[in-house]
């Protein structure tokens, strides 16, 4: 009985592990929206709060 639930239990932290490696859609465009000087995510399209008004190409 104990050896299924260690069974089932490490087969379910190796089904999280491979859900946690996927790339959804829209992350990259994510990390595109980030401060390359703060690292702040910037909302709207103004300069970021610290001041720095260049945004990363990428």
Do not use: D, W
């Not at 239990?9 to 946690?20: E, K």
Request: with cysteine; hydrophobic share 40%; glycine share 16%.
């Amino acid at each position: 009985m104990l050896v299924k639930v260690v069974t089932f239990f490490l087969i379910g932290i190796a089904v999280l592990a491979m859900f946690g490696r996927l790339k959804f859609p829209g992350q990259s465009r994510l990390e595109n929206a980030k401060c390359p000087k703060c690292g702040r995510y910037k909302i709207g399209k103004g300069p970021c709060s610290c001041g720095h008004i260049g945004h990363r190409k990428g």
